[in-house]
Structure formats: structure tokens, C-alpha cells
């Protein structure tokens, strides 16, 4: 078994130049990162960022066209055996038996992984206790969120070393999302290293580090706080009565570089960074905007991602 | 302000599962309205009755003067629907998939000839006519299918969860197009995950286990429920669901 192996590695996913082409369609493009063990990393990017080919070759689902990659020193294409038992993936789509029970489920993937579910209940248990009064209901009749635990219980049944998981909220509400983050969060405590990939920007504060993708490329790593301490335009935030007046008055004011609505506000940057505040409010109150603010913002992973959007295009 | 959605004491119940709880509700024309709630909150089902697919158990909704149950082609016909699971046809060209739903639509050929020319100019689409969809950047995509919605410049437009997964700044030129119709007179009826998103919009109400918690402006929420952004609104009356 790979613990016996003697080898220590202290990073348990190193991705070197990996490319992969579908017929004409470049899916990634020479991306190369490293997750460390115990690592709860985050891949962050629209759809076509390429997030899921990345994780179909990790899971050694892919092969990829150019470079290596390597899962606890394991290398995808010669070790894929190794990798497969020790992995758990959630892919993308509900990928359960919707025609077998809860219970069944769980049971069918414990023993293709030579495990019970006896025998590793403890890692499931704050997961799958929310789920189990519907153990005798059929997978395929859950609701949403059930079928998240679910899926997460079967991918965590045997034990796995990492923890891949393919947008595992996309589509789903507010608040479920934040209750699978706290589960994500419980089982990084118990030392399982976890790469999961997401389109939205704000669940990026909540991994150690991410990878910010679009288009098959990484446009930056590194933790959270980093990212955001690196945005070294000057940004403000604005508001007024008629928000949608507001963004294209900003829009036709020649000092304005940019302005995009993010909640309540629009955040704004100047031509150059010397742009005033008080230029910004003195324009706006001529175009006759009541209830105006103007004041400085500290930026948010999503400006980031934003002006790097800007600058590749 | 003339009210072009219209609900009283809507029931929906799939056998004892009652999925609408008696939900009263108006909106007006050239509104912003959004309609949010967790997963499983029913949405989807009150929808599916707004937009005639589906009749309720009981109580009475009138989408654009029309009557959910007697009138379900006419409602048809004054609303355009759009999701990001659905919009239009892959395999065929722009051209192609306007013809086509200018055809569901009940647009007359010579109408449609004038109309797409506006639209593909206005778009900045011409040479991209008898491109495949398929083969568009997904900036473009959205825009077309929003502006193929609205093509019959229909009272109201219904638009679920139109923007997920899609680029922050593609998704910001989304909501664009959004106040862009809605300053043209369109309702628009619209359903989101993201809470940044609840924001732009005129006024926002959340379901929760089949009833309506909550309507009114976000200003308005965010003062009765003490909260800094819809998010916290949103989490404090979600919050308990299943």
C-alpha cells in the first residue's frame, strides 16, 4: 500500500505543464500548481475555465496531452490503480445510483473500495447522520442538498488521501453552501487534503490558497489575502439613488477606467489612480445624482479576478 | 403603475406535499423582480404556473391580464422565458434560431426580416449571422439569447438563474441588458443564487418552504431584518429549511 512506501512528500498534487486539447477545442493550456498535504485548495473560474478536465486527469479519468502530474507522489498515467483507491471524487453531475436506496448507495461504494461502511463511519458520521432517517429512500428522490451529503458520504466511504470535488455548489442556495463549506472545513481537520473548484468568487476566501482560471489558463495563485493585498489600483465604491443611471454616467466620464456593480455599490477605478474622490462626486452631482457616496474600498477577490479578466482581454 | 403579474392564494400540492403555500403577490410593469429562495423553496413550481406550464390546486394568478387557467396560450405568447440551462439551439445558426422562435412566437416572416436586422446590428452580431451558436464566445451567446427572449417584445420576461457559472464581468454586461429592458417598459421576473445580484433589483422576495417570507425593496429588507446585504437577509430567513 502507498503508506508503506517510506516516501514523504509535502506536496500531494504537482501538476507540471499539463495540457489538453478536445478535437479543436484547447480545454487547458501548460498549467502547472502545486497542493500541499492537508491543503484545502480552490480552482475559481467561470464555465470553460477548465477546471473540470484538470480534476478528470488528476482523477486519472483523462489523459492528458503534454506534461505529468503526480497524486502522493503517484504519477496519473502509470499509477492510476494507486490513485483510484486512494481518491475520493465528487464529480460535477449527481453521479449516485438515483435507483438504489441512500443506504445502498453507500454500501455499493464502500465495498468496490474493500471497505464497510462500519469500518470508516467516524470520517462520515457529522455528514451522513443529517441523511440517514432517509436511508431506505431512493437516491434519485432527494432533494437537492440531501443529495450533496449523499455524494459526499460515498466519495469520503473509503478513506480517501485527497479529496477532489467538482463544483460541488454550483446551483445550489445560499445557505447550503455555507453548511458544505463548514463540512469541507471539518474534514480538512481530520488531515485530508482537499482541491475542489467553484464559480463563485466569494467561496475563494474560504480555501488557503486558489487558482484563479478562465479560458484553459491560470491567471494567478495564491492565498486569498495575498491576492487581494496584490490589487494595487485605487478603488472606489459609489452609490446614489438611480444605480442604473449612475453605472452609465460613470461609464460616458472620460477620467473613469471601469465600473461594474458589485451588490449595493458600483466599484470604480480611475483613468490613472490619481482620480479623486471628490472628482468622481463633483461629476455626479452635476449629472444631478441625490444621495450620493463616494468613498474608498478595499478590494474583493472578485475585483481581482476581474482586472486580471481585464488585462488578458 | 399598471400590475402585470398578479397572485392570490396560489396552492400548488403534489399529494400532500404542498410546494406553494397560498403565495399573493403583484408586480408591475417595467419592474425588477426578484425571485429568491432555497433550494426546494419552491420556486421552480410557482414559475412553471406563471408561465403557464403548469395549473395550481387552487387560488387565482393573472400574468399579463391573462388567466393561469383558462388562458395558458395567451400568457404564452406576452411572456419570454430564459435559463442558463436553456436558451437556444447549439447547432444552429443565429439566424436560424431567430427564425426559429420568431416561428413559436407567431412573428410574421416580413416582421421577422425587419426585426433581425435591428437586432443583429444593434448587437454588433451581423457577421456572426449564419455562425453556429455553438461557436460563439458565451458574452455573446447570453446576449443573443436574452435579446431572442424579448424578441416579440413580450409584457414580461422570465429569467432563471440566468448568469450562473458565467465570468464576473460577462455577467455584469448581463444585468445591463436587464435594466436595459427594463427602462424600455419589459417586467422582468428574475431568479438568482447570487446575493449581489438580489440587490440590483427593484424588489426582491424570498420563499422558504413554500410560502413567501418576505417582499419588499432590498433597501427595506436589509432595515427590517438588521442586515449589512441581502446575503445576511437571505441566510436569516432561509436558514432551517429541510
Known amino acids: 500500500m502507498f503508506r508503506d512506501t517510506g516516501y514523504k512528500y509535502a506536496a500531494m498534487i504537482t501538476i507540471q505543464h499539463i495540457s489538453k486539447a478536445y478535437k479543436n477545442v484547447q480545454a487547458i493550456t501548460d498549467i502547472s500548481l502545486e497542493v500541499q498535504k492537508g491543503e484545502l485548495f480552490g480552482l475559481i473560474g467561470p464555465d470553460g475555465a477548465g477546471k473540470t478536465t484538470l480534476m478528470r486527469i488528476l482523477m486519472t479519468l483523462l489523459i492528458q496531452d503534454k506534461g505529468t502530474a503526480t497524486m502522493n507522489g503517484f504519477d496519473v498515467i502509470k499509477d492510476y490503480k494507486k490513485i483510484r483507491n486512494m481518491v475520493g471524487y465528487m464529480p460535477g453531475r449527481f453521479s449516485l445510483y438515483q435507483d438504489l436506496t441512500v443506504e445502498e448507495n453507500l454500501n455499493f461504494f464502500a465495498t468496490v473500495f474493500k471497505t464497510t461502511v462500519a469500518e470508516n463511519y467516524e470520517l462520515i458520521r457529522d455528514i451522513y447522520i443529517q441523511i440517514e432517517p432517509f436511508k431506505n429512500r431512493l437516491a434519485g428522490k432527494l432533494s437537492g442538498g440531501m443529495k450533496q451529503k449523499l455524494a459526499l458520504s460515498c466519495a469520503l466511504i473509503h478513506k480517501p488521501e485527497i479529496l477532489i470535488l467538482d463544483e460541488p455548489t454550483t446551483g445550489v442556495d445560499a445557505v447550503s453552501r455555507k453548511e458544505f463549506w463548514e463540512m469541507l472545513k471539518n474534514l480538512q481537520q481530520k488531515g485530508i487534503t482537499i482541491l475542489v473548484s467553484t464559480p463563485y468568487m466569494d467561496e475563494a476566501t474560504l480555501c488557503n490558497r486558489v487558482a484563479l482560471m478562465q479560458k484553459g489558463k491560470v491567471l494567478d495563485i495564491d492565498t486569498p489575502r495575498n491576492l487581494v493585498e496584490g490589487y494595487t489600483r485605487k478603488l472606489y465604491a459609489i452609490r446614489s439613488n438611480d444605480m442604473h443611471r449612475l453605472i452609465l454616467d460613470l461609464r460616458s466620464y472620460e477620467k473613469t477606467d471601469s465600473a461594474y456593480a458589485f451588490g449595493q455599490y458600483l466599484h470604480v477605478t480611475g483613468k490613472d489612480d490619481e482620480v479623486e474622490a471628490t472628482e468622481f462626486e463633483n461629476y455626479l452631482l452635476k449629472k444631478d445624482h441625490h444621495e450620493l457616496q463616494v468613498f474608498d474600498i478595499a478590494p474583493t477577490i472578485e475585483d481581482v479576478f476581474m482586472e486580471l479578466l481585464r488585462e488578458v482581454e | ?242
Open chain 2, 1 to 242: 403603475m399598471e400590475t402585470v403579474i398578479e397572485v392570490r392564494n396560489l396552492v400548488k400540492k403534489f399529494g400532500s406535499f404542498v410546494a406553494n403555500d397560498h403565495l399573493n403577490f403583484d408586480v408591475y410593469q417595467g419592474e425588477i423582480f426578484g425571485f429568491l429562495g432555497a433550494n426546494g423553496a419552491g420556486k421552480t413550481t410557482a414559475m412553471k404556473i406563471l408561465c403557464g406550464l403548469s395549473s395550481p390546486t387552487s387560488g387565482e394568478a393573472k400574468v399579463a391580464g391573462f388567466d393561469i387557467y383558462k388562458e395558458t396560450e395567451k400568457v404564452k405568447r406576452n411572456i419570454g422565458y430564459m435559463s442558463q440551462k436553456f436558451s437556444l439551439y447549439e447547432d444552429l445558426t443565429v439566424a436560424e434560431n431567430i427564425r426559429f422562435f420568431s416561428g413559436v412566437y407567431g412573428i410574421s416572416p416580413a416582421d421577422r426580416k425587419e426585426k433581425q436586422d435591428k437586432l443583429l446590428k444593434d448587437l454588433g452580431l451581423e457577421s456572426a449571422k449564419d455562425s453556429l451558436i455553438g461557436s460563439l464566445p458565451l458574452g455573446w451567446k447570453q446576449k443573443l439569447a436574452f435579446s431572442v427572449a424579448i424578441f416579440h417584445d413580450p409584457k414580461i420576461v422570465f429569467l432563471d438563474e440566468p448568469t450562473g457559472g458565467v465570468d464576473p464581468i460577462t455577467r455584469r454586461k448581463f444585468w445591463d441588458l436587464i435594466y436595459e429592458a427594463s427602462d424600455r417598459g419589459i417586467t422582468v421576473f428574475v431568479t438568482t443564487h447570487y446575493m449581489d445580484e438580489a440587490e440590483y433589483c427593484n424588489r426582491v422576495s424570498i420563499m422558504n418552504a413554500g410560502r413567501i417570507e418576505a417582499l419588499d425593496t432590498p433597501e427595506n429588507l436589509k432595515k427590517q431584518y438588521s442586515a449589512k446585504n441581502m446575503d445576511e437577509v437571505f441566510l436569516k430567513i432561509a436558514r432551517n429549511t429541510e
